[in-house]
C-alpha cells in the first residue's frame, strides 16, 4: 500500500480525458495534474521542444512525490517517453503503448488507423508500438489538426463544422479494411461519436485514456502500491496559464467539477538552461 499521489501531465486540459478514467477506476487514488496551458499546443512542435517541455512538466511534479507518473499527453508519450523514463526514477506511464495494445486485441488481423496530432503521426510511435507486437497489421495513420481547437472552442459532435472536419479527415479511411481506430489524442474522446459516425458500425474506437488507466492500475497492484479501497481521493491541478479557462472548459472533460485550480509561474516549471539542454 502506498498513499503516495499519481502525478499526471499534459500540455492543457486534454490530459483529464485520461484523468476521468483515472478517476472512475481508482477512485482512492490521489491526483497530481500539471497543464501545461501557457505552451499548449505540444502537438505543433519539433521533438526537441515537446521532449524539454515533458521533462519540465514531470520535473514539476516531483515535488508531490509521486509513486507513478502518467504522461496523458499522446504528442508528449510519442515523442518523449525515453527521454522521461531515462531522466526519472520511477514508473512513467505512457498512452501509446496502452493504445497500441488494445488495438491489436481487437483487429482481428484487419486494419488500424490512428488518428493523432502532426507531431504523434510524425513521431510514427504507434505504428512501432504495434508493429512489435503483431508485424502483419495494417496501420494508416492520420493527423487530425483541427480537432483539438474544435474541441477547446466546446464544439460537440453535432456541430456541423465538426461533422464536415471529421468526414474531410476520415473519409478515405472507408472502404480501407479498417477494423479499430485509435484515438490517439487526449482531446478525441470528446468527438467519439462523430468519428464513428465517419468510420462506420463494424469500426472499434480504442480510447488510449482509459487504456491508461488499466495501465497504471496493473503497475500499482504489482508493485503492491494501490490506495486502499474504500479510502477518498482527490484531485488537485497545476497549471501555467489561466486557471479559470482550465476550470470552465476542463469539466467538459470530466464527471467533476475541478475544485482546486492552482496558477504556476514560470519559475515554478521552467527549469534552469542547464536541464533544458538535458532532452536534446
Ligand atoms: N495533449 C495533446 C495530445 O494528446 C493534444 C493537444 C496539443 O497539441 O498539445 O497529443
Do not use: W
Not at 34 to 54: C, E, H, L, Q
Not at 98 to 115: D, K, S
Not at 167 to 191: D, F, K, Q
Not at 227 to 255: E, H, Q, T, W
Amino acid at each position: 500500500m502506498n498513499t503516495q499521489p499519481i502525478g499526471v501531465f499534459d500540455s492543457g486540459l486534454g490530459g483529464l480525458s485520461v484523468v476521468c478514467h483515472l478517476r472512475r477506476l481508482l477512485p482512492q487514488e490521489r491526483i497530481v495534474y500539471f497543464g501545461d496551458t501557457a505552451r499548449v499546443p505540444y502537438g505543433i512542435k519539433s521533438r526537441p521542444t515537446v521532449v524539454n517541455f515533458a521533462l519540465e512538466a514531470a520535473r514539476f511534479l516531483l515535488q508531490f512525490e509521486p509513486k507513478l507518473i502518467v504522461a496523458a499527453c499522446n504528442t508528449a508519450s510519442a515523442l518523449a517517453i525515453d527521454d522521461l523514463r531515462r531522466g526519472l526514477s520511477l514508473p512513467v506511464v505512457d498512452v501509446v503503448e496502452p493504445g497500441a495494445q488494445a488495438a491489436v486485441r481487437l483487429a482481428g488481423g484487419g486494419g488500424v488507423a490512428i488518428l493523432g496530432t502532426e507531431a504523434t503521426i510524425a513521431s510514427c510511435s504507434y505504428p512501432a508500438a504495434i508493429r512489435v507486437l503483431a508485424p502483419e497489421l495494417e496501420v494508416i495513420s492520420r493527423a487530425c489538426p483541427l480537432f483539438v481547437p474544435l474541441v477547446e472552442e466546446g464544439r460537440g459532435c453535432d456541430d456541423p463544422i465538426v461533422k464536415l472536419t471529421v468526414e474531410t479527415y476520415l473519409a478515405s479511411l472507408r472502404g480501407r479494411g479498417i477494423r479499430v481506430a485509435v484515438l490517439g489524442c487526449t482531446h478525441y474522446p470528446l468527438l467519439r461519436a462523430a468519428i464513428a459516425a465517419v468510420l462506420g458500425p463494424d469500426v472499434h474506437i480504442v480510447e488510449s485514456g482509459r487504456e491508461t488507466s488499466l495501465a497504471v492500475q496493473r503497475v500499482l497492484t504489482d508493485a503492491g502500491s494501490l490506495c486502499p479501497a474504500g479510502r477518498k481521493g482527490s484531485m488537485r491541478c497545476y497549471v501555467s496559464d489561466n486557471p479559470d479557462r482550465f476550470r470552465g472548459i476542463g469539466s467538459r472533460f470530466l464527471d467533476e467539477q475541478l475544485e482546486h485550480v492552482e496558477f504556476v509561474p514560470p519559475e515554478g516549471y521552467i527549469a534552469s538552461p542547464l536541464v533544458q539542454g538535458e532532452g536534446r
